[in-house]
């Protein structure tokens, strides 16, 4: 178990609407990771982060930012959030090539 | 063609019976990771190997680099084994991303 904690774990908002997830480690791991789980596919990257202020982009980014100005928090926002973002997100952080995932945000976007 | 193939996609066994989760990825790789899924959600990692074979308890996983291809294998499966197995390879040789397969659903009936 890394500490990793994610908030909220569940939330429900309209088209629109702009949506921020935080997720906080207190293992002074320097990755950390934002993916989202949806049927039919893998997990896929959205952003991660390899240090304060160090962030790239993954496979699936449009319409999502990130933030990382402490290297506990790693904020993910969804600017204006759309139906195709309904998702789990998970984040996760890296320590020695193996990576330890959070409990996961369950977002449905109506 | 995805970069991470798992098979199958789903499995039903009873308890007691040997199983067998295959995958094949299609990049070099350094290392290839399995991730259990809980039917809660939560993520966890169980090997991370790069040649030859690892054993935690029941769980067997082995590797063979020329062939692109890794197995995991359950002796004894039990109902606690239901989950969602998870394949991923490194992205590049950093291991900083990962590439994930789709997952292979086991439930072990009693």
């Known amino acids: 178990d890394a500490g990793i904690t994610q908030s909220p774990r569940h939330k429900v908002t309209e088209t629109g609407t702009p949506v921020t997830l935080r997720c906080h480690q207190t293992?002074?791991?320097?990755?950390m990771y934002w993916y989202r789980q949806d049927p039919g596919h893998g997990l896929r990257l959205i952003h991660y982060s390899y240090g304060v202020k160090d962030t790239d982009k993954g496979e699936v980014s449009d319409g999502y930012s990130v933030s990382r100005s402490k290297t506990e928090d790693f904020l993910l926002t969804l600017e204006s959030a759309t139906s195709s973002q309904t998702s789990v997100y998970f984040c996760a952080t890296r320590s020695y090539n193996e990576q330890f995932f959070g409990p996961g945000t369950r977002l449905t976007v109506l | 063609k995805n970069e991470v193939e798992q098979s199958p996609q789903n499995l039903t066994a009873q308890e007691g019976e040997f199983i067998t989760i295959n995958c094949s990825y299609s990049v070099g790789i350094s290392a290839l990771h399995w991730l259990q899924q809980h039917p809660g959600g939560g993520i966890v990692s169980l090997f991370m190997?790069?040649?030859g074979k690892k054993k935690h308890g029941r769980l067997i996983a082995t590797i063979n680099i020329q062939e692109k291809h890794s197995s995991l294998h359950i002796t004894a499966s039990h109902p606690r084994d239901s989950a969602v197995y998870i394949c991923?390879?490194?992205?590049?040789?950093?291991?900083?991303?990962?590439?994930f397969g789709e997952g292979t659903q086991l439930t072990v009936n009693p």
């Open positions: 293992e002074n791991h320097r990755y």
């Open positions: 190997l790069s040649s």
């Open positions: 991923a390879v490194p992205k590049e040789t950093s291991g900083s991303r990962l590439t």
